[in-house]
T-cell receptor, first 114, second 114 residues
């Protein structure tokens, strides 16, 4: 059981370039999330998905798009990267439970935009 | 929106000392989660709390869900060097249309001197 995996681990982009970050989970979780982490800002939700084929905006969605074509995968796209998108990106997943949704995180992708 | 204040922002302690940190919210949560993040890694779930007043332990870690549902506390007893890292609290309103979204504190950076 690999849990939540993310690719790539590191990436450097020039301003205006595009890229896609891939998140995969093998826990059969319904919910998946993309966060960004910046110094002093904690973790902020970019987009999330409550099931295959569905996505929704989080706290800081501008400049990002997502897709969830398969239940186990959640893709985060940057169409035209900007230096403000330099950050560490984390994917997480959780199962649907009324009691509380414990989110499990991937190892992160460190993105630098120059 | 909901905000979490986590304190202290950082702690420098000697090995063997006990540690306490807390989170307070401007609104009510019905689930509290505590995570630890090691350098270069993703957050790892330490303890989950689902009921006001609940006290839960995980080895040397003990966390409590405040009676008012607006706060939570994490204690680490007899600290060791591997306790070094960033500790995050996260509040959640599970069920309904919340889709398990978490609100994170800014984190407490813990340094343990041998």
């Amino acid at each position: 059981n690999a849990g939540v995996t993310q690719t790539p681990k590191f990436r450097v982009l020039k301003t205006g370039q595009s890229m896609t970050l891939l998140c995969a989970q093998d826990m059969n979780h319904e919910y998946m999330y993309w966060y960004r982490q910046d110094p002093g800002m904690g973790l902020r939700l970019i987009h999330y998905s409550v099931g295959e084929g569905t996505t929704a905006k989080g706290e800081v969605p501008d400049g990002y798009n997502v897709s969830r074509l398969k239940k186990q995968n959640f893709l985060l796209g940057l169409e035209s990267a900007a230096p403000s998108q330099t950050s560490v990106y984390f994917c997480a997943s959780s199962s649907h439970r009324d009691r509380g949704n414990e989110q499990y995180f991937g190892p992160g992708t460190r993105l630098t935009v120059t | 929106g909901q905000q979490l204040n986590q304190s202290p922002q950082s702690m420098f302690i000697q090995e063997g000392e006990d540690v306490s940190m807390n989170c307070t919210s401007s609104s009510i949560f019905n689930t509290w989660l505590w995570y630890k993040q090691d350098p270069g890694e993703g957050p790892v779930l330490l303890i989950a709390l689902y009921k006001a007043g609940e006290l839960t332990s995980n080895g040397r870690l003990t966390a409590q869900f405040g009676i008012t549902r607006k706060d939570s506390f994490l204690n680490i007893s007899a600290s060791i060097p591997s306790d070094v890292g960033i500790y995050f609290c996260a509040g959640q309103n599970a069920g309904g249309t919340s889709y398990g979204k978490l609100t994170f504190g800014q984190g407490t950076i813990l340094t343990v001197h041998p």
